[in-house]
């Protein structure tokens, strides 16, 4: 399979622990992004990064929340100190070059108790 | 603040019908207006893809409307398909060749397609 895939698919944790999930881009692809998805809505851009280099982050990644892209391969989300809020699909996608569309990983369903 | 505000929330059609979901945006910089389909968890996959250049484009039976003057574009499906029921997103990015492509999702409609 050669396209964006995300490990956990699902982590269900008590409030307060740390998690942390897993994207392996399409393997070609310079760009990946973070997105978050509540139910019933469309999917809210978080961070960016283009290769190792992240180059943009939301106000929604607050404090708790850590991304990196090291070697500019795979790229870990880190959330510390879950709250119930936190409860969302969290989707990475990838992308090449500056004009084409990100494509979608299968995103990792995050439910915090 | 909400840049792409979509309608409607949801619609059922029946096979064979046409299905139109409409999106306005408020951002002037965004110029790349991207469509994409999710069905129930799965992540978004794209559908179609349009730039300010031209006002349609039809890739077999999705077509993308575009009105500039207006900040609205559209998504037109055609001959529609109970596989096709599914939530459709519109998005925006802006930069045109910049570096990333963010995008800002509307709030999606889920179509439902009746056979």
């Known amino acids: 399979d050669t396209g964006v895939s995300q490990n956990p698919r699902h982590k269900i944790t008590k409030r307060g622990q740390n998690v942390t999930f897993r994207c392996d881009p399409i393997?070609?692809?310079?760009?990946l992004y973070w997105y978050r998805q509540t139910l019933g809505q469309g999917p809210e851009f978080l961070t960016y990064?283009?290769?190792?280099?992240?180059?943009?982050k939301s106000r929604l990644l607050s404090d708790r929340f850590s991304a990196e892209r090291p070697k500019g391969s795979f790229s870990t989300l880190e959330i510390q100190r879950t709250e119930q809020g936190d409860s969302a699909m969290y989707l990475c996608?990838?992308?090449?070059?500056?004009?084409?569309?990100?494509?979608f990983g299968p995103g990792t369903r995050l439910t915090v108790l | 603040q909400q840049q792409v505000k979509q309608s409607p929330q949801s619609l059922i059609v029946q096979k064979g019908g046409i299905s139109i979901i409409n999106c306005a945006y408020e951002?002037?910089?965004?110029?790349?207006f991207p469509w994409y389909q999710q069905f129930p968890g799965k992540g978004p996959a794209l559908l179609i893809a349009?730039?300010?250049?031209?006002s349609e484009k039809k890739e077999g039976r999705f077509t993308i409307s575009f009105n500039k003057s207006a900040k609205q574009f559209s998504l037109h499906i055609m001959d529609s398909q109970p596989g096709d029921s599914a939530t459709y997103f519109c998005?925006?990015?802006?930069?045109?060749?910049?570096?990333?492509?963010?995008?800002?999702f509307g709030g999606g409609t889920r179509v439902l397609v009746k056979p």
């Open positions: 951002n002037t910089a965004f110029d790349y």
């Open positions: 996608a990838s992308s090449w070059g500056r004009d084409n569309s990100p494509f």
């Open positions: 393997s070609e692809h310079n760009r």
């Open positions: 349009i730039r300010p250049d031209v």
């Open positions: 998005a925006a990015s802006k930069g045109y060749g910049a570096a990333g492509n963010k995008l800002t």
């Open positions: 990064f283009q290769n190792e280099a992240q180059l943009e």
